[in-house]
């Protein structure tokens, strides 16, 4: 188990839409959860990729990337993640080399095999059905490593092309998965793993042992390192953390049974006749008042042996969002981790 004083507090955002409001409305939302979790002193602020989604402003990570950073002074920014089977290497490596010249030390590749879409966009996004399959991911992967400055083999891409023209410093990259797939090639080829906790799907555990026991040193990480992500919201009271993350329920609920939609405000969560379903349903979600949201963190740090955990609170109130990291940095030893 790592001391609690070890473990860093990041936070992922999703650019959920709220029922009734604009892309510009999530977005900007975005933005200001940022500011504040760069004030409360958080490790990292990541932002996702998804395509085509009525619930999901962020389609295009490395351009929220480039806002965000301009606006917060410390925090590290990055991609939770970006779908490298759906973009060539080289496109990937110009952009966050790009970024990593403009916010030096500050900049993530956090980097996915998922779609992050249906079928049919994605293979819009691809421009054929033929590249649907992962089959290139590792040496894409590698390929993409290269460009940044961790080339693994005699030969590759980044012999013949450049991310850019003379780099001074390189991103992090970090592998991301829900599977013992990804957990194993992240140890394999030794790369910060992170895994999708807040998926619900189950295989956490097995995963992060997956990857502590295929873990091999590499040029970039002598020793493993695990972020989890979770879905938490804490608020002053634990009624009003139910009350708040009865929107996040819903919505899961409805990913569950095919429905996409923009989180509803809580009252029209509490009146949705789904709702009791939706809080029956089996969910690795921690909600409650802080001592309760702490200490249940601790144990999934402590289970998964996580050096990281990277937390997503779902709510429709934008001040709820912001209340829950301010209640969750005044009951965990944030600076010192921070600073670890």
């Known amino acids: 188990m790592n001391p609690t004083e070890a473990i860093a507090l990041s936070v992922l955002d999703l650019s959920v839409l709220n029922a009734g409001a604009t892309s510009a409305d999530a977005l900007q939302a975005t933005?200001?959860?940022?500011?504040?979790?760069?004030?409360?002193?958080?490790?990292?602020?990541?932002?996702?990729?998804?395509?085509?989604?009525?619930?999901v402003a962020c389609t295009s990570?490395?351009?929220?990337?480039?806002?965000?950073?301009?606006?917060?002074?410390?925090?590290?920014?990055?991609?939770?993640?970006?779908?490298?089977?759906?973009?060539?290497?080289?496109?990937?490596?110009e952009q966050f080399a790009m970024l990593e010249a403009l916010h030096p030390?500050?900049?993530?590749?956090?980097?996915?095999r998922a779609p992050g879409t249906d079928q049919s966009t994605a293979a819009a996004l691809r421009r054929s059905p033929d590249g649907l399959t992962a089959e290139d991911f590792p040496q894409?992967?590698?390929?993409?490593?290269?460009?940044?400055?961790?080339?693994?083999?005699?030969?590759?891409?980044?012999?013949?092309?450049?991310?850019?023209?003379?780099?001074?410093s390189y991103p992090e990259i970090f592998l991301l998965g829900s599977s013992g797939y990804s957990a194993q090639l992240a140890g394999?080829?030794?790369?910060?793993?992170?895994?999708?906790?807040?998926?619900?799907?189950?295989?956490?555990?097995?995963?992060?042992?997956l990857y502590h026991q295929n873990f091999e040193p590499s040029a970039v990480l002598d020793k493993p390192y695990l972020v989890v992500t979770a879905n938490v919201l804490t608020a002053d009271t634990?009624?009003?953390?139910?009350?708040?993350?009865?929107?996040?329920?819903?919505?899961?609920?409805?990913?569950?049974?095919?429905?996409?939609?923009?989180?509803?405000?809580?009252?029209?969560?509490?009146?949705?006749?789904?709702?009791?379903?939706a809080k029956r349903m089996p969910t690795s979600r921690i909600t409650g008042d802080p001592a309760t949201v702490a200490s249940q963190l601790r144990d999934l740090a402590a289970r998964t042996n996580a050096n990281e955990l990277m937390v997503t609170s779902v709510a429709y109130?934008?001040?709820?969002?912001?209340?829950?990291?301010?209640?969750?940095?005044?009951?965990?030893?944030?600076?010192?981790?921070a600073a670890a």
């Open 317 to 337: 109130d934008l001040p709820a969002r912001i209340r829950s990291l301010e209640l969750l940095a005044g009951v965990w030893p944030i600076s010192a981790a």
């Open 188 to 209: 394999y080829l030794g790369l910060p793993f992170g895994f999708a906790h807040h998926f619900d799907m189950g295989g956490t555990l097995q995963a992060a042992e």
């Open 238 to 277: 634990d009624e009003e953390a139910q009350w708040q993350s009865g929107p996040g329920r819903i919505t899961a609920y409805g990913r569950r049974t095919g429905r996409f939609a923009p989180l509803p405000s809580p009252a029209d969560a509490a009146a949705n006749p789904d709702i009791e379903a």
């Open 105 to 112: 030390h500050r900049i993530d590749v956090g980097i996915g």
């Open 140 to 168: 894409h992967l590698i390929d993409l490593m290269g460009l940044l400055g961790d080339p693994r083999a005699d030969r590759g891409m980044w012999q013949q092309f450049k991310a850019t023209p003379a780099a001074s």
């Open 31 to 55: 933005t200001q959860l940022a500011i504040a979790a760069d004030r409360l002193g958080y490790r990292r602020f990541w932002v996702a990729e998804h395509h085509n989604m009525p619930s």
């Open 61 to 93: 990570p490395t351009v929220l990337i480039a806002h965000l950073a301009a606006l917060t002074a410390q925090i590290r920014v990055g991609s939770g993640g970006v779908m490298l089977p759906n973009h060539a290497p080289l496109v990937v490596g």
